[in-house]
């Protein structure tokens, strides 16, 4: 059996009604455990979570805490995105404390869309380069630990609008 490993990630929410009661998001992200989540609010409609979670898969570990998540947010909230899946240079970099410049001088593994990455796929570009690059790697493990989970369940998120969006056709 996999041992535990740390898994930071956003997760992002669409709210049935408009705009969130910041309290109540507040309150509810509490009541299920995640006091200390950052909490973003500024797009209206939508809440974004940041969190930091131990499990032994990251898939798991992101499906089940959104679900917590959306049992206490109101009725007909469902998850929108989950970070870390496509990334920029820009986000790679300030995750491994470094600059885009720095990253753009490396390999990188192919873009998958309008230049952003996989950040399941970064690491082993990442751990070839020597220096601030591989030192930044080791602090952002827990980031790209959850790009595989967050890939996963983004593809799910993705599946089940399809199956709507047939539905109607």
């Known amino acids: 059996m996999a041992a535990e490993s740390a898994f930071e990630f956003d997760l992002?929410?669409?709210?049935?009604?408009?705009?969130?009661?910041?309290?109540?998001?507040?309150?509810?992200?509490?009541?299920?455990?995640?006091?200390?989540?950052?909490?973003?609010?500024?797009?209206?409609?939508?809440?974004?979570?940041?969190?930091?979670?131990?499990?032994?898969?990251?898939?798991?570990?992101?499906?089940?805490?959104a679900a917590r998540l959306i049992q206490g947010l109101p009725a007909g909230t469902r998850l929108r995105e989950v970070r870390p899946d496509l990334v920029s240079l820009a986000d790679v970099a300030a995750r491994l404390k470094v600059s885009r410049q720095a990253l753009q001088k490396r390999p990188m593994p192919p873009p998958s869309l309008g230049g952003l990455y996989r950040a399941s796929e970064m690491p082993p570009y990442l751990e070839a380069v020597p220096g601030k690059v591989s030192d930044g790697l080791r602090d952002a493990r827990a980031w790209f630990a959850a790009a595989p989970g967050a890939q996963r369940v983004n593809a799910r998120i993705g599946l089940a609008a399809f199956e709507r969006g047939r539905e109607s056709c």
């Open 12 to 65: 992002v929410f669409a709210l049935p009604d408009g705009p969130a009661n910041e309290d109540a998001v507040l309150d509810a992200l509490y009541e299920a455990g995640c006091g200390d989540a950052v909490v973003g609010l500024g797009a209206s409609g939508l809440v974004g979570v940041g969190l930091t979670r131990s499990g032994r898969d990251p898939e798991t570990v992101i499906s089940e805490t």
